[in-house]
């Protein structure tokens, strides 16, 4: 067993494809056959499940996956730190974002941060925040910024940047004059939800229940699984909901949506920086965080 053994068996869990795992690093698929032939041979149980149409980890693969992704990520970490010995900063840097962030905000800050460090590779990887919290825990991303606070002992979490949802209407709704409406009214409104396990959605449910009200309360026609499907779903017509405003800054300035405030009800929110306590910080991840925390109070 060796460490480009593990790395081919983690693409191609990722994957899901011995084809498309040799495609990322210049093998043939037989060639990948044999190095997870040489690891089931070495750990004396199967790790790949064969049978189905795609390439799923048994039980026994999700753990070798886990632990590899450590291994992988503490090779990672030396090569920086020699770098950084000899006075150079590069390396890789894989980071994590929920949608919001993900999407909108960490983009802009990888930019202005490769123009500084253009011998780091960054790899930024978007889900939702119980997605995005758990790949850093278990050492698949060095750092996440998520949506929403979760109470867990294994995590660091601190305030990146605030941000403030409101309800978002097109700009034609029989709302379209006012600035603001009651819940009463919202309840009564087709509205459209994200999935479970979403920040934002989240951040809504818990709202709502500081006023008395629930989830269950709301006129739900839609589940929708990105922010970009709700905004075309209101464009559409198919309902109201709740973003963030920084989603859909360009509509607002357009003028083909609109967004207005809900009486009572406190839409104000945070962007959590997301680390687990388990790492240790690399210095090119440090770096990032550095210049992440400035872009953010420049902004």
């Keep these: 067993m060796d460490l480009w053994q593990l790395n081919i068996f983690c693409k191609v869990i990722e994957l899901k494809s011995f084809s ?24 004396g149980c199967r790790l790949i499940d064969r049978m189905s149409k795609e390439a799923v980890p048994t039980k026994a693969g999700q753990l070798v996956y886990a632990y590899a992704k450590k291994l992988i990520a503490l090779r990672d970490e030396m ?60 050492g698949i991303l060095e750092l996440g910024v998520v949506g929403a606070e979760k109470k867990d002992k294994r995590i660091c979490q601190e305030i990146l940047i605030d941000d403030e949802m409101r309800l978002i209407i097109p ?4 709302w379209r004059k006012k600035k603001s409406i009651s819940i009463k009214m919202l309840l009564e409104e087709p509205f459209i939800i994200r999935e479970r396990g979403s920040g934002t959605l989240k951040s809504i449910e818990q709202n709502l229940n500081k006023i008395g009200y629930d989830l269950s309360d709301l006129k739900i026609v839609a589940q929708m699984g990105s922010t970009e499907a709700v905004r075309h779903g209101i464009k559409s ?22 967004a207005i405030s809900i009486e ?36």
């Design 237 to 258: 017509k198919a309902g109201v909901s709740i973003l963030s405003t920084i989603a859909v800054e360009g509509d607002l300035k357009e003028g083909s949506l609109k």
């Design 20 to 43: 498309k795992a040799g495609g990322t690093a210049y093998l043939s698929q037989p060639t990948v056959s044999s190095h997870i032939r040489d690891l089931e041979s070495y750990f």
């Design 264 to 299: 009572g009800l406190n839409l104000k929110r945070s962007f959590y920086l997301t680390t687990s306590r388990q790492r240790s910080i690399s210095p090119v991840c440090s770096a990032f965080i550095t210049h992440m925390k400035n872009e953010s109070r420049a902004k």
């Design 171 to 174: 700009s034609d709704h029989k």
């Design 79 to 138: 090569e920086i730190a020699l770098s950084e010995f000899h006075g150079i900063i590069k390396g890789n840097l894989i980071i994590g974002g929920s949608t919001i962030p993900g999407e909108y905000i960490l983009p802009r800050i990888v930019g202005s941060f490769k123009r500084i460090y253009p011998e780091i590779m960054i790899s930024l990887i978007i889900g939702d925040t119980e997605k995005i919290i758990n790949d850093t825990l278990s």
